[in-house]
T-cell receptor, first 113, second 114 residues
Framework: GNSVTQMEGPVTLSEEAFLTINCTYT??????LFWYVQYPGEGLQLLLK?????DKGSNKGFEATYRKETTSFHLEKGSVQVSDSAVYFC????????????FGAGTRLFVKA | DVKVTQSSRYLVKRTGEKVFLECVQD?????MFWYRQDPGLGLRLIYF???????EKGDIPEGYSVSREKKERFSLILESASTNQTSMYLC?????????????FGQGTRLTVV
């Protein structure tokens, strides 16, 4: 079936550390890939997206590259800040079935000052 | 600024009560979704709707129903609330035409069933 697997958290980093959150997917067809972020007490909001192989999505210093050969979409940031503390969700949309979004389980990130 | 609004941030209900969670979007989106969010399980789709008066079951529809009488409003109904329905509920909307369309989320309703 179609699914998204992301690394378990929580991930705890010091400020200015390098961040990687791994995400792999299984999908029939050719999905679009997304990272959403959920700050404490809020709903999810789109962080970045990529719609085809080798596309790189980027926003707020975060980036992720759509790797079709490894079915991956890993999230990276070169230097995290305390304000990046949140839950990060990897997700995909299939081009069938009404564009239903399938989410990973989420990875909680804590950044210490 | 686009917006998805859920009627309550926090709710406490008793076992057996009928519970209504309301969601309104102002973006004229065709698609609307209800998810529940639980630690370690991420977001699980309860129901979704592609049009007015149209609904489809998601992955965990048992114990829930929905109503979409108007395009902008999508209601989630717990017919007889149970303690295992204590959770964070998230409503979302999106447009179906583009395969890279993002989902817009409300702030969530934290429901506690006692």
């Amino acid at each position: 079936g179609n699914s998204v697997t992301q690394m378990e958290g929580p991930v705890t980093l010091s400020e200015e550390a390098f961040l990687t959150i791994n995400c792999t997917y299984t999908a029939t067809g050719y999905p679009s890939l997304f990272w959403y972020v959920q700050y404490p007490g809020e709903g999810l909001q789109l962080l970045l997206k990529a719609t085809k192989a080798d596309d790189k999505g980027s926003n707020k210093g975060f980036e992720a590259t759509y790797r079709k050969e490894t079915t991956s979409f890993h999230l990276e940031k070169g230097s995290v800040q305390v304000s990046d503390s949140a839950v990060y969700f990897c997700a995909l949309i299939l081009n069938t079935g009404g564009f239903k979004t399938i989410f990973g389980a989420g990875t909680r990130l804590f950044v210490k000052a | 600024d686009v917006k998805v609004t859920q009627s309550s941030r926090y709710l406490v209900k008793r076992t057996g009560e009928k519970v209504f969670l309301e969601c309104v979007q102002d973006m004229d989106h065709e698609n609307m979704f209800w998810y529940r969010q639980d630690p370690g399980l991420g977001l699980r789709l309860i129901y979704f709707s592609y049009d007015v008066k149209m609904k489809e079951k998601g992955d965990i529809p048992e114990g829930y129903s929905v109503s979409r009488e108007k395009k902008e409003r999508f209601s989630l109904i717990l017919e007889s609330a149970s303690t295992n329905q204590t959770s964070m509920y998230l409503c979302a909307s999106s447009q179906p035409e583009r395969r890279n369309t993002e989902a817009f989320f409300g702030q969530g309703t934290r429901l506690t069933v006692v």
